[in-house]
């Protein structure tokens, strides 16, 4: 059997995840619909605001043509009751205007709330292949400055969007009524409109997208070089980086520019259709006023309507902007959210047997294990690992130590074959029954924001303070947490920079004991430790280890002393098995890996 030496997967193009057909609208239909209640009556407010609106200038045609005409005959009647209609339709356009606003900014909150909510839930199931090739930067710009496109969308497009709309079905029934020759001959004017919107979205809907890309290139770029700002400042990358931020930047800033280009054309060229349509309509209606066929004050009612009619061009001009860009949002969102993990949630979960005081047994039956590029990095292979035992597994950097540890955590599910823990199928655990199960300490240590104690406890949220030192003190951990400005309340800040590397590892391991899990992967997990922290781990973990199942991944091999068994891979297989002393005696890898060690220590 052959295999390629990959401990990772190969980097693939965030953008080559494809957006499944309606997901965009799917996913706003299930952020609205808990809503409908509420929209049915921000629909309503609007639409009666808007008729209590566009009365004005009817009851201006009526002022003129009736009411002035009565008052010369002293009869004030009319005009007085064409100007409280007035003055009432304008309280009730504002109070209507008013509530809808409100109503609407909290459920554009609520909706923004969710949609938040659902990218972060969503990116934590995702697995970690997904992960090792999909940035974290491009996950933040999703739930950032995606979401802050919708939002202005939500806060301020729409409501133009609907007042355009109604008015200008208003303003067109209206038109018609008042005259129907004028009327057609000004609604004729939607034609070279349509065309004009039309050519505007093809054309800027494919430069917002390079604008979401963009941005979303900006925060990778930002992110990545604030988060390795350590190897930056170490090997002078500053310059270099800047370069390529500044590339970045610049193909952000173009898109912009774009867009607003894009956006200049349409207003320019919908202004100028919209000035020689109204030119051409007054000019007809002054004739038909001199002709005698059409009242002076309907000729000034239909050029107040056209102007309602007109103005409101750079607002759409606005919110087709905001559209757009919102749309090529709405897209890459809908593409995450639509993106199923690779390691699913069983649909009918088995439950584990009881735990024994002899812990799990761990069998790999047939497995192998390909990334999706289709490259194999574990060769079929069966392996038992007895409940209780600790084995140790070493071999050189891309053996495949670290794959097989990420097989058992069920980071991934494997291409062919089972995992079973005491017989049951990982994939048929429940996530929560296989967290407490089995519990991996990795070389990384990460530590969150918060104190010692509350990073201690995040396998056991409801840990006592008693059981958080005694986990430290049996690690070893107790005496430099205890050393600390505030002990164990100190904050150890962002990803635990206030204690040393060392310190960190140790605080994972307490962590990990306190989880108390049945089988536990260490996975390169003291390699931060100098001499004297690493023997006194080990004198802690060969009581630690009792009565548990263990696993420790390992390229020091003082480390595997503590090991009942030694598995030493190589490209994937399993070259040598036995126990430490056995394989120390012999004439194999291990024997040669132990030779080495030895020699690098005089």
Same mark, same amino acid.
Not at 311 to 332: C, H, R, T, V, W
């Given at each position: 059997?052959?295999?390629?030496?990959?401990?990772?997967?190969?980097?693939?193009?965030?953008?080559e995840?494809? @957006?499944?057909p309606?997901?965009?609208?799917?996913?706003?239909?299930?952020?609205?619909?808990?809503?409908?209640?509420? /929209?049915?009556?921000?629909?309503? $407010?609007?639409? /009666?605001?808007?008729?209590?609106?566009?009365?004005?200038?009817?009851?201006v045609?009526?002022?003129?043509?009736?009411?002035?005409?009565?008052?010369?005959?002293?009869?004030?009647?009319? =005009?007085?009751?064409?100007?409280a209609?007035?003055?009432?339709?304008?309280a009730?356009?504002?109070?209507?205007q008013?509530?809808?606003?409100?109503?609407?900014? =909290?459920?554009n909150?609520?909706?923004?709330?969710?949609?938040?909510?659902?990218? !972060?839930?969503?990116?934590? &199931?995702?697995?970690?292949?997904?992960?090792?090739?999909?940035?974290?930067? &491009?996950?933040?710009?999703?739930?950032?400055?995606?979401? +802050?496109?919708?939002?202005?969308?939500?806060?301020?497009?729409?409501?133009?969007?609907?007042?355009?709309?109604?008015?200008?079905?208003?303003?067109?029934?209206?038109?018609?009524v008042?005259?129907?020759?004028?009327?057609?001959?000004?609604?004729?004017?939607?034609?070279?409109?349509?065309?004009?919107?039309?050519?505007?979205?093809?054309?800027?809907?494919?430069?917002?997208r390079?604008?979401?890309?963009?941005?979303?290139?900006?925060?990778?770029? !930002?992110?990545?070089? $604030?988060?390795?700002?350590?190897?930056? *400042?170490?090997?002078?990358?500053?310059?270099?980086?800047?370069?390529?931020?500044?590339?970045?930047?610049?193909?952000?800033?173009? %898109?912009? %520019?774009?867009?607003?280009?894009?956006?200049?054309?349409? @207003?320019?060229?919908?202004?100028?259709? %919209?000035?020689?349509?109204?030119?051409? /309509? /007054?000019?007809?209606?002054?004739?038909?006023?001199?002709?005698?066929?059409?009242?002076?004050?309907?000729?000034?009612?239909?050029?107040?309507?056209?102007?309602r009619?007109?103005?409101?061009?750079?607002?759409?001009?606005?919110?087709?902007?905001?559209?757009?860009?919102?749309?090529?949002?709405?897209?890459?969102?809908s593409?995450? #959210?639509?993106?199923?993990?690779?390691?699913?949630?069983p649909?009918?979960p088995?439950?584990?047997?009881?735990?024994?005081?002899?812990?799990?047994?761990?069998? !790999?039956?047939?497995?192998?294990?390909?990334?999706?590029?289709?490259?194999?990095?574990?060769?079929?292979?069966s392996?038992?690992?007895?409940?209780?035992?600790?084995? %140790?597994?070493?071999?050189?950097?891309?053996?495949?130590?670290?794959?097989?540890?990420? #097989?058992?955590?069920?980071?991934?599910?494997?291409?062919?074959?089972?995992?079973?823990?005491?017989?049951?199928?990982?994939?048929?655990?429940?996530?929560?029954?296989?967290?407490?199960?089995?519990? $991996?300490?990795?070389?990384?240590?990460?530590?969150?924001?918060?104190?010692?104690?509350?990073?201690i406890?995040?396998?056991?949220?409801?840990?006592?303070?008693?059981?958080?030192?005694?986990?430290a003190?049996?690690?070893?951990?107790?005496?430099?947490?205890?050393?600390?400005?505030?002990?164990?309340?100190?904050?150890?800040?962002?990803?635990?920079?206030?204690?040393?590397?060392?310190?960190?590892?140790?605080?994972?391991?307490?962590r990990?004991?306190?989880? +108390?899990?049945?089988v536990?992967?260490?996975?390169?997990?003291?390699?931060?430790?100098?001499?004297?922290?690493?023997?006194?781990? *080990?004198?802690? $973990? &060969?009581?630690?280890?009792?009565?548990?199942?263990?696993?420790?991944?390992?390229?020091? =091999?003082?480390?595997?002393?503590?090991?009942?068994?030694?598995?030493?891979?190589?490209?994937g297989?399993?070259?040598?098995?036995?126990?430490?002393?056995?394989?120390?005696?012999a004439?194999?890898? !291990?024997?040669?890996?132990?030779?080495?060690?030895?020699?690098?220590?005089?």
């Open positions: 059997m052959t295999t390629v030496l990959e401990e990772s997967p190969a980097p693939v193009d965030v953008e995840i494809p @957006v499944p309606g997901a965009p609208a799917a996913l706003l239909r299930s952020l609205i619909g808990p809503h409908r209640r509420r /929209v049915v009556v921000a629909m309503l $407010m609007i639409t /009666v605001q808007q008729a209590a609106l566009q009365a004005g200038p009817l009851l045609a009526l002022a003129i043509d009736r009411g002035i005409p009565a008052l010369r005959h002293h009869d004030g009647g009319p =005009l007085i009751a064409v100007i209609a007035y003055l009432g339709c304008a009730l356009s504002t109070v209507l008013r509530a809808f606003i409100r109503l609407t900014g =909290l459920l909150q609520d909706i923004l709330l969710e949609l938040r909510t659902r990218i !972060f839930r969503h990116a934590q &199931r995702l697995g970690l292949d997904f992960h090792e090739r999909y940035t974290s930067g &491009r996950i933040i710009s999703r739930a950032t400055s995606d979401v +802050d496109t919708l939002r202005e969308l939500l806060n301020e497009g729409l409501q133009e969007l609907l007042a355009v709309g109604l008015s200008v079905c208003y303003i067109a029934v209206i038109l018609v008042m005259d129907w020759r004028l009327g057609l001959l000004a609604l004729a004017s939607a034609l070279p409109m349509a065309l004009l919107v039309r050519m505007f979205r093809r054309r800027s809907s494919r430069v917002y390079r604008s979401r890309t963009a941005v979303a290139s900006v925060i990778v770029r !930002f992110t990545e070089t $604030m988060n390795g700002i350590r190897p930056v *400042q170490a090997f002078r990358r500053e310059r270099a980086n800047l370069t390529a931020f500044e590339e970045v930047n610049h193909q952000y800033a173009r %898109a912009n %520019a774009d867009g607003l280009l894009e956006m200049a054309r349409y @207003v320019a060229f919908s202004r100028a259709t %919209a000035n020689l349509w109204i030119t051409g /309509v /007054v000019l007809v209606g002054a004739y038909l006023v001199t002709d005698g066929s059409l009242e002076l004050g309907v000729l000034t009612g239909f050029v107040l309507y056209l102007r009619l007109y103005d409101p061009i750079d607002q759409l001009a606005m919110f087709l902007n905001s559209y757009q860009s919102a749309g090529a949002a709405l897209e890459k969102i593409g995450l #959210l639509a993106h199923e993990p690779s390691v699913a949630e649909t009918a088995l439950p584990l047997p009881a735990t024994t005081a002899t812990g799990r047994e761990v069998s !790999f039956e047939s497995v192998r294990f390909a990334y999706r590029t289709g490259k194999e990095v574990l060769p079929t292979f392996l038992l690992l007895p409940a209780g035992s600790t084995t %140790a597994v070493v071999g050189a950097t891309g053996a495949g130590k670290s794959t097989l540890a990420k #097989l058992l955590a069920r980071f991934y599910d494997p291409t062919e074959g089972r995992v079973l823990l005491d017989g049951v199928d990982l994939r048929d655990l429940a996530g929560p029954d296989l967290r407490r199960g089995v519990v $991996m300490v990795t070389q990384e240590s990460f530590l969150f924001s918060g104190t010692v104690a509350e990073n406890a995040v396998g056991r949220p409801d840990a006592t303070r008693a059981e958080i030192e005694q986990a003190r049996e690690i070893g951990a107790h005496g430099f947490i205890s050393a600390l400005p505030d002990g164990y309340d100190t904050d150890v800040r962002k990803r635990g920079g206030r204690i040393s590397a060392g310190q960190r590892q140790l605080v994972a391991f307490a990990a004991l306190l989880a +108390d899990p049945a536990l992967i260490l996975d390169e997990a003291t390699s931060s430790l100098d001499v004297p922290g690493e023997q006194a781990v *080990q004198r802690a $973990m &060969r009581t630690v280890l009792a009565g548990r199942t263990a696993v420790i991944i390992a390229h020091r =091999l003082s480390t595997v002393e503590i090991a009942d068994r030694v598995l030493v891979m190589d490209a297989h399993i070259v040598e098995d036995g126990t430490p002393a056995d394989l120390i005696t004439t194999g890898r !291990f024997a040669d890996l132990h030779t080495a060690w030895r020699d690098s220590l005089v």
